[in-house]
């Protein structure tokens, strides 16, 4: 099996790169899968319910989120009925849409689980060492997908270390800057940070003269996401079919 994952969309020009490349890598890799982090999709900043459709019209199959996921209020009216959309399992409100979810693709249960590391982070109201614990009774003989979005990339490397045995891939996000530590520990794919499919002038995403501004001591209410042309980074990963463990990782960026 084959899955792509794409790091966090950023904004229009984020939308728009993935919907141009994503066929053609689709074809490229032969994909059974596509999943991509969704959090920062509308204006840089969560995720509206068009969007979010307008996502799955790209041909993304699961849409991750992020601390990011609830900063648009109308995803409290169509989380619990979106179900190709998971949240971080262990960030507020907990009485939202869920954390994680189990797809059937080629004859083969699939579980993917969203989590928020604990480390630099707001909203997180439970380790996800923990969370993850939690969650183990639910699985049996099954391909775990896990996107820990999270600041440390020691916190997402430890997380690796304890749960290989169980996981088939951990794929970190959140920083928006991919990096080139790609690696099969003991079966489980892993990858500190999958990047961004985002604005490549930019600031991770944000407008340059905006985040100038801030860090020069100017008032700076909001960022607005740069209009500049995105780049896509992404992973394939490949697992094999009878022992669920990866085989392979490959990093993808295409600059503009």
Known sequence: MRLLFIGDIVGKTGRAVVKKLLPSLKEQHQIDFTIANGENTTHGKGLSKDHY????????DMITLGNHAFSKAEILEYIDSADKLIRPLNIEPLNKGRGYCKV???????IIINLCGSVFMERTVQSPFIAMHNLLPIIDNAIVIVDLHAEATS??????FQFKDICS?????H????????????GCAFISDVGMSGPFDSVIGRDIQEVLDRFNG???????????DSMLCAVMIEIDDQSHRAIKIERIQIRP
């Open 155 to 160: 916190e997402k490397v430890a997380f690796t």
């Open 169 to 173: 891939a951990v794929i970190g996000t």
């Open 218 to 228: 100017l008032e700076v209410k909001h960022f607005t996401v740069s209009t500049a």
């Open 53 to 60: 459709k307008e996502l799955l019209e790209m041909g993304i």
């Open 104 to 110: 059937m693709i080629h004859n083969q249960t699939v």
């Open 175 to 186: 920083t928006h800057v991919q990096t080139a530590d790609e690696r099969i520990i003991d």
